[in-house]
């Protein structure tokens, strides 16, 4: 256990489908990241967020939209995804500024598009 | 172009042998490294790193040699054990650019038979 929380732990959708993932850190952390692991790839950090703010954006489309109402809680909210967009979805959070050396994961969610 | 090489996809080493998983990087300005082990159906944890102003950083089991000059850094799990088995994801940073950003290798999966 890591202290970061993600629901649903699988999720299927097609490509028209509305859906939300959910991520929890119970650790106090002030910033929270979205991670996207494709197949064969390394992991690609997508949102970052920090203090509720988002700090960074790595050029991902617009379908995928990332939500932090607070510092314990993130969301991605997806919408017509396309079927490349089929990957492991990792929630990290860590503390401190730039905090980059350390993360805590979640276990992911792992999205099939049809 | 990738900044952050993991060679080696797969490795098998037996019981209480030393493991040995190397990782290279061609980004001059990468100056702290991690390294996370990953468990099937679980998000990566932390578990070692190392600062470019070493040149070695143990923990147990675990040491990180970090060669700058070669930009190369290398895990070494002596004895080895079989909970070992895990994928391990070598990643860097580059502290100075003000980012959040972690950038990882593709991962190098280890078993170790009893």
């Known amino acids: 256990e890591t202290g970061v929380t993600q629901t649903p732990r699988h999720l299927v959708m097609g490509m028209t489908n509305k859906k939300s993932l959910k991520c929890e850190q119970h650790?106090?952390?002030?910033?929270m990241y979205w991670y996207k692991q494709s197949a064969k790839k390394p992991l690609e950090l997508m949102f970052v967020y920090s203090l509720e703010e988002r700090v960074e954006n790595n050029s991902v489309p617009s379908r995928f939209s990332p939500e932090c109402p607070n510092s314990s809680h993130l969301f991605l909210h997806l919408h017509t995804l396309q079927p490349e967009d089929s990957a492991l979805y990792l929630c990290?959070?860590?503390?401190?500024?730039?905090?980059?050396?350390?993360?805590?994961f979640g276990s992911g969610t792992q999205l099939s598009v049809l | 172009d990738q900044q952050v090489k993991q060679n080696s996809p797969s490795l098998s080493v037996q019981e209480g042998r030393i493991s040995i998983l190397n990782c290279d990087y061609t980004?001059?300005?990468?100056?702290?490294f991690l390294w996370y082990k990953k468990y099937p159906a679980e998000g990566p944890t932390f578990l070692i790193s190392?600062?470019?102003?070493?040149d070695k950083n143990e923990d147990g089991r675990f040491t990180v040699f970090l060669n700058k000059s070669a930009k190369h850094l290398s895990l070494h799990i002596v004895p080895s054990q079989p909970g070992d088995s895990a994928v391990y994801f070598c990643a860097a940073r580059d502290s100075g650019a003000g980012s959040y950003q972690l950038t990882f290798g593709k991962g190098t999966k280890l078993s170790v038979i009893p």
């Open positions: 980004n001059s300005m990468f100056d702290y």
């Open positions: 990290a959070s860590s503390q401190g500024d730039r905090g980059g050396e350390k993360l805590f």
């Open positions: 650790l106090g952390h002030n910033a």
């Open positions: 190392i600062s470019s102003i070493k």
